[in-house]
């Protein structure tokens, strides 16, 4: 059974403020940890973990928090406004990556390097195509008038269970990002443990918003 505002247990409620905490402390530090290890600007390559950091842990996940009940920085400000801001960080988050991803493949480009050709590089590509498809379906929901074939009410539903899903390619990108042989140079033992966290502590609590808010009661209510 889904639980409402109404019937969750005040522990229930302390747990999913705390753990929306979590999510927000994650995002600054593992981007800011990113900045820390690549040095934007020492290389042409040091733009790639930097500005995929910014775009999916900092400004993708801030945009899908501003809509938690509980861990919203802007709880107090009006649906419109979140909704605005919204956008706005999505916007800025798909730029991030699109400007990412020319970077890595140019740097490929440059060093003779085969393409997509790792599990990173490869799901790394369809996030970014996903992200833009998800960026273009938003559009649709802000000039809504434009599509008619289902109800808004549908519409929002799709956007926020694909948002979902992307917002977990992501994830999965950046953990595989960890995982490539430039990251753990630098960064091993505990610290490697502790940034691989951050995504997934930001996957785990941005799931549970999106199913509370859409998923479940959509269903209950049904
Ligand atoms: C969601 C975020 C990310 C996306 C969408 C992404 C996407 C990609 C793509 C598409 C490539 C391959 C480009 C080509 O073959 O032409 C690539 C390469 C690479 N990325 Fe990322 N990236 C992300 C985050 C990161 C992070 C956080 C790191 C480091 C911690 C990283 C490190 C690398 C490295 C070392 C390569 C070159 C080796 C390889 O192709 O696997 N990436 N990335």
Same mark, same amino acid.
């Given at each position: 059974?889904?639980?409402?505002? @109404?019937? @969750?247990?005040? +522990?229930?409620?302390?747990?999913?403020?705390?753990?929306?905490?979590? !999510?927000?402390?994650?995002?600054?530090?593992?981007?800011?940890?990113?900045?820390?290890?690549?040095?934007?600007?020492?290389?042409?390559?040091?733009?790639?973990?930097?500005?995929?950091?910014? !775009?999916?842990?900092?400004?993708?996940?801030?945009?899908?928090?501003?809509?938690? +009940? @509980?861990?919203?920085?802007?709880?107090?400000?009006?649906?419109?406004?979140?909704?605005?801001?919204?956008?706005?960080?999505?916007?800025?988050?798909?730029?991030?990556?699109?400007?990412?991803?020319?970077?890595?493949?140019?740097?490929?480009?440059?060093?003779?390097? +085969?393409?997509?050709?790792?599990?990173?590089?490869?799901?790394?590509?369809?996030?970014?195509?996903?992200?833009?498809?998800?960026?273009?379906?938003?559009?649709?929901?802000?000039?809504?008038?434009?599509?008619?074939?289902?109800?808004?009410?549908?519409?929002?539903?799709?956007?926020?269970?694909?948002?979902?899903?992307?917002?977990?390619?992501?994830?999965?990108?950046?953990?595989?990002?960890?995982?490539?042989?430039?990251?753990?140079?630098?960064?091993?033992?505990?610290?490697?443990?502790?940034?691989?966290?951050? +995504?997934?502590?930001?996957?785990?609590?941005?799931?549970?918003?999106?199913?509370?808010?859409?998923?479940?009661?959509?269903?209950?209510?049904?």
């Amino acid at each position: 059974m889904a639980l409402s505002i @109404e019937t @969750e247990t005040w +522990p229930y409620r302390y747990l999913r403020a705390l753990s929306g905490v979590a !999510a927000h402390i994650s995002a600054v530090a593992f981007t800011i940890s990113v900045g820390v290890v690549s040095r934007p600007g020492s290389s042409l390559f040091s733009w790639h973990p930097f500005l995929m950091s910014m !775009a999916f842990s900092f400004f993708m996940t801030e945009a899908l928090l501003i809509f938690s +009940p @509980e861990s919203s920085l802007l709880r107090s400000f009006s649906r419109k406004i979140k909704v605005r801001l919204h956008w706005a960080a999505q916007l800025c988050a798909l730029v991030c990556a699109t400007l990412g991803l020319t970077i890595i493949s140019f740097n490929k480009y440059l060093n003779d390097k +085969p393409h997509f050709a790792t599990w990173h590089g490869f799901l790394g590509l369809l996030t970014v195509i996903f992200a833009a498809f998800q960026t273009l379906g938003g559009i649709t929901l802000l000039y809504h008038k434009l599509i008619t074939r289902w109800s808004l009410a549908k519409r929002k539903v799709y956007h926020a269970t694909s948002g979902l899903v992307g917002y977990l390619l992501g994830c999965t990108s950046l953990l595989l990002g960890m995982c490539s042989l430039w990251f753990t140079a630098s960064v091993t033992g505990g610290s490697w443990y502790l940034a691989a966290l951050c +995504p997934l502590v930001t996957g785990l609590v941005v799931m549970n918003q999106v199913s509370n808010a859409y998923l479940y009661r959509k269903r209950s209510q049904s």
